[in-house]
Each structure stands twice: as structure tokens, then as C-alpha cells.
């Protein structure tokens, strides 16, 4: 999408929420995440979930999809992040770590965020694991973005979960897919060729390994 064409107001706010945060996403998939979740949610209730907030940064870009439809995200979260958050791996974050209880935890640096962009009325955290967030979460979505942990087991436990909520013409985005196994973990483009598999969804578009997918 060419940014260019986005109201001046929500343009601000998108370019702010990149330059706040940590996290693992571009400024070019935030707009692009905005886009496709923007245009699924006008188009039915205004209903999105987002599966692994982290710090807020896609969450923030979903924030501003539905305020612009009037809708809301419930986004969920343990907030003790995956096990690549943790010491000795790579995208360990020391800031996050929270000594006394020996865990990584993002929930206050999310709630920051959310908040200092005007969006608690638009976003729902929901503080659980995915497993028991979707217990109670069952209605019908217009958007589901899967970006929870990338182990193969909890990938696919999100998969099965949230999948069969994506609404008929709605989307499914999956992040970091990558064909070339010497890109990245294997579970998030598995995950992608089991939806494109079972016939229910149609691969829509992708940027980079920012993958969306229709839902028949
Ligand atoms: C890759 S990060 C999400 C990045 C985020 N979407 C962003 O744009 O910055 C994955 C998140 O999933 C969460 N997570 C991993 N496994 C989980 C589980 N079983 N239940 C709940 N959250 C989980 C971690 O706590 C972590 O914050």
C-alpha cells in the first residue's frame, strides 16, 4: 500500500507507534497489517484477534484499524514471552526482564503504549495463555493475526484454536513465514501450507514474511 494515501491524522499515529516501541515488526508491515485488518473489519462487525502482543507494536497498528471502524482487537498474551525471549537467546531483551519473579514481562510496557496512543478503547488485552484465551473466545472474527509462540506445538495449538474463528471472506495473517528454511523456524510456514491445505483459506497477498489469507 502507498502510505501516501492514509489521512494525515492516522498517518501521525502509525509513524509514532514505531518510533515508541520494541518489538518485531516494521513500519512497513504495521501499514500493511493496518490496511488488511482495516478493510476486513469495515466489511463485517469490527472484530479482530491478535495472538502474541508482546510489547504492542502490531497490536497498536490493529488499535488504529479499529478505531477507524469503530471495532476492537482482543489481544492475547501471557506476557512472559516465548522461549526466544528468554536469557541466552537471541532476541532476549534485558529491559523486560523482570528479576524478582525471573520472567520476561511485557504487560506494563504494552499497556503503556496502547495507552499513550489513545487506543484502550479500542484494544482488549486479554492476559492468558492462547490455550485458555480461546476457551472463551469464540465468536466469529473478522481479522486473526497469529503471532504467538513459534515452537511447533504451540504454533499449531494457535492454529487449530483460531483459525475456524476467521469469518467467511475474513482474514487469516500469519507472521514470520518463510519458505527458505535458512530464514527462519519451520512451525509459522507449516502453519500457512496447512490453512492454504485445507481449501478453506486462499493465499490473498504477502510482504515479506507478512502472510495473509482469505478465508472461503
Ligand atoms: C513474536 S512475539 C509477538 C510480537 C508482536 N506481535 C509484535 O509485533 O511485536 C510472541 C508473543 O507470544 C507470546 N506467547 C508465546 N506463547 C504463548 C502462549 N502459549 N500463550 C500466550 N502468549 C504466548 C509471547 O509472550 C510473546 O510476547
Not at 31 to 43: C, G, H, T, V
Request: aromatic share 12%; charged share 20%; with cysteine.
Amino acid at each position: 500500500m502507498n502510505s501516501n494515501t492514509l489521512s494525515p491524522a492516522v498517518l501521525s499515529t502509525l509513524e509514532k507507534i514505531s518510533t515508541l516501541n520494541r518489538g518485531f515488526f516494521t513500519f512497513e508491515e504495521g501499514i500493511k497489517l493496518f490496511e488488511e485488518a482495516r478493510n476486513a473489519m469495515s466489511e463485517g462487525s469490527g472484530y479482530a484477534i491478535e495472538v502474541g502482543s508482546y510489547c504492542g507494536t502490531s497490536t497498536a497498528f490493529l488499535g488504529v484499524a479499529a478505531k477507524e471502524t469503530a471495532g476492537v482487537v482482543a489481544s492475547i498474551d501471557h506476557h512472559l514471552g516465548s522461549e526466544e525471549n528468554g536469557p541466552a537467546w537471541e532476541s532476549f531483551d534485558q529491559a523486560l526482564y523482570d528479576r524478582e519473579r525471573e520472567t520476561i514481562s511485557t504487560l506494563s510496557r504494552f499497556r503503556s503504549l496502547i495507552h499513550s496512543l489513545n487506543l484502550d478503547a479500542y484494544v482488549a488485552p486479554v492476559t492468558a495463555s492462547t490455550a485458555v484465551a480461546s476457551i472463551f473466545l469464540r465468536d466469529r472474527a473478522d481479522f486473526i493475526f497469529i503471532d504467538g509462540g513459534h515452537g511447533e506445538e504451540v504454533a499449531f495449538n494457535d492454529y487449530f484454536a483460531y483459525a475456524p474463528l476467521v469469518r467467511r471472506g475474513g482474514i487469516l495473517a500469519i507472521h514470520d513465514v518463510f519458505e527458505d528454511p535458512t530464514r527462519g523456524g519451520r512451525p509459522p510456514f507449516e502453519i500457512y501450507t496447512r490453512a492454504v491445505a485445507s481449501e478453506q483459506f486462499t493465499h490473498a497477498s504477502n510482504l515479506g514474511s507478512l502472510y495473509f489469507l482469505r478465508r472461503r
